[in-house]
């Protein structure tokens, strides 16, 4: 785990892998840091996907795989923004790129 504070001006604590320990500790201009690190230019669809994350783990603690998150955006948000496509439109790297930005934890097997 990483101090509660870095150099990039991130605050709270880090796993090995960059990931939030704790997600009650994420605020926006933390999200906005960990896009930059990830080269991600946010606008309004990257928030309300982020917004979508972040309630979807609160609700089922667990790191979905694209395929469910892709079905659970269609039913939330619309057909349209509910495909694997436009969730890599917005997050080329992927489902952890979105977590990390989300400053939601994920399980490593190892650090």
């Given at each position: 785990m990483n101090a509660s504070s870095d150099n990039?001006?991130?605050?709270?604590?880090?796993?090995?892998?960059?990931?939030?320990?704790?997600?009650?500790?994420?605020?926006?201009?933390?999200r906005d840091l960990l896009a930059k690190e990830e080269n991600v230019v946010l606008n309004e669809e990257h928030h309300l996907v982020i917004l979508f994350l972040r309630?979807?783990?609160?609700?089922?603690?667990?790191?979905?795989?694209?395929r469910m998150i892709t079905a659970a955006m269609a039913k939330?948000?619309?057909?349209?923004?509910?495909?694997?496509?436009?969730?890599?439109?917005?997050?080329?790297?992927g489902i952890n790129q979105a977590f990390r930005i989300a400053g939601l934890p994920v399980k490593h097997s190892c650090c």
């Open positions: 990039n001006g991130r605050k709270g604590e880090f796993d090995c892998k960059g990931y939030l320990v704790d997600p009650l500790t994420w605020d926006p201009g933390l309630s979807y783990y609160e609700e089922n603690a667990v790191h979905p795989v694209i939330s948000l619309g057909p349209e923004k509910g495909t694997s496509k436009y969730f890599h439109s917005l997050f080329p790297a």
